[in-house]
């Protein structure tokens, strides 16, 4: 995140369960772009949370933070969206499984093959998408009544260990 400072406020229990306080969209996009810029190709984030709780405008902020080409919207009638590297080399497939019936129709996409070049943002994914990698980041967005947004964060696989706790310590930097 280049020094930059921010103000959302990261709470770390555990990689289990770690959650993020998101106030406003700006800081959805940001921890967004903190996240992004520490994705990796074979990386899957899996989304979910109900409609409107920021899962597109949080994948709008990994793309940034990715560097990847092209506008990142909301997929509802696309299936998936690949946004091609940047200079930092990494592309971005954005997958939305609303459509999708289950596993049986993810596996048609193919998506595995994309996991060894890209990362891999699934709205939705809750339930279906776990198959497709044995390490994962799955974040669940909750919109509550004040119109703020919790992120909780589970991190499966050793890899995200010490991704969680740099991510933490970029997003709480001002606090
Ligand atoms: N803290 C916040 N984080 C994310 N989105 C927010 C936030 N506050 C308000 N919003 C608004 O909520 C909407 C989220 O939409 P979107 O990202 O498309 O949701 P989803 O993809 O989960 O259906 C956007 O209109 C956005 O401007
Ligand atoms: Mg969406």
Redesign the pocket.
């Known amino acids: 995140m280049n020094g930059e400072s921010t103000e959302v406020a990261v709470d770390v229990r555990s990689t289990e369960g770690t959650t993020v306080r ?8 940001r921890f967004g772009r903190s996240l992004g810029a520490m994705l990796r190709a074979g990386d899957l984030v899996i ?1 979910s ?12 902020g990994i793309g940034a933070g990715m560097g990847v080409t092209g506008t990142i919207a ?1 997929p509802t009638f696309v299936l998936v969206r690949v946004h091609p590297a940047g200079p930092d080399g990494v592309q971005l497939v954005h997958v939305d499984a609303y459509r999708l019936a289950g596993a049986v129709e993810l596996d048609d996409l193919d998506l595995d093959t994309d996991l060894t070049a890209s990362a891999v943002v699934i ?1 939705w994914g809750e339930g279906v998408a776990e198959q497709l990698a044995d390490a994962r980041l799955t974040i669940h ?1 909750d ?1 509550r009544p004040d ?3 919790l992120a909780t964060l589970t991190a499966v696989g050793d890899d995200w260990t010490p991704r969680m706790a740099a991510l933490s310590a970029a997003d709480s930097q001002s606090d």
């Open positions: 998101l106030d406003t969209l700006e800081d959805t996009l989304l949370g109900s409609l409107g709780a920021g899962k597109t405008a949080l994948t709008k909301s709205e967005l919109r119109d703020t947004r």
